[in-house]
């Protein structure tokens, strides 16, 4: 029954997510909602990590598998995309390689700033 | 033959399983960031339906199930999250001001390139979510105007190339701290972001979560603003 009941909570807040997707007019899915909530939850102690633990490893275990129909969608989206597939490749590649340098950068170089002056 | 597979609720989800559980042992053994699990499971799984001449509605009588545990699955990134937290509020400074100068990167580099190549309003406001989660990013798009199947597309593809790029890219540029690599990653490429970050280590899945949290959020409210530059 272990897994069975922390598999209860989760799903009890990934509904309590949906719910609030579908009540507050944000484009803001369940599954944030749901992040932010047991977050909250965890850290106000009303949900104990014991009574999540397993179950909720398993589920991040087995996430990546989930992410692939997401990406098998797109053959669907193939003919849309064809046409300019050239530029929309430049501007995805482009984007995503300077958005990871420059955020890693930036926490990098804060990071050593403050263990540079703490060493100080 | 055929029919049957095509009605087989199991065939694709396990062809999709099977085949990310192979590329997973092939790159641990080669070490290389080509064998990608996810990239390898969906060229595959694309290729078998192509060559089966099943589409994806037919595979999604299973992939659907998949997806059913992806909301739940997301609510439980609050775990490592919350393991974290301690770690997460020494370095809050460094993380939000990390996340938004990515977030900022993100708009900007869509301008200008949006420009360059003379992108339209429509193909401009279409990629400005491309960093942040599906979910987030699809609603972000309809509600500035964008072609929202591309920029479900678009977003996927940018997922998958920052799980593949990211170890290249953090060993180029000296990115080592777990805590940056954890916010490079959500705050570039999402949810499969995340799922390298986690592979990567527990701060580094647990910022990556936080990122991704965070400039989906913060995108939700910024977007629209960018949507007025061009």
Known sequence: MKYLKQFGIILAISFIGELLNAVLPLPIPAGIYGIVLLFI????KVIKLEAVRE???????IMPVMLVPPAVELMDYWGIVKPQVLKY???TVVSTIVVMIVSGLVTEGIIRLRKKAKSE | MKEMLTNSVFFGVFISVGSYILADILKNKFKTPLLNPLLISTAVTIAVLALGGMDYESYQTGGKYLNYFLTPATVCL??????QFEKLKKNAAAIMIGIISGMLTSFCSILVMALIMKFSHEEYVTFLPKSITTAIGVGVSEEIGGYVGVTAAVIVITGILGNIIAEGIFKLFHINEPVA????????SHILGTVKALELGETEGAISSLSVVTAGLMTVIFAPIFANFM
């Open chain 1, 41 to 44: 939850l965890l850290e106000t």
């Open chain 1, 55 to 61: 179950t909720g490893n398993l589920l991040i275990d």
């Open chain 1, 89 to 91: 490749v430049i501007a």
């Open chain 2, 78 to 83: 609050a775990i490592p999250l919350y393991e």
């Open chain 2, 181 to 188: 690599r954890g916010v490079a990653l959500g705050t570039s």
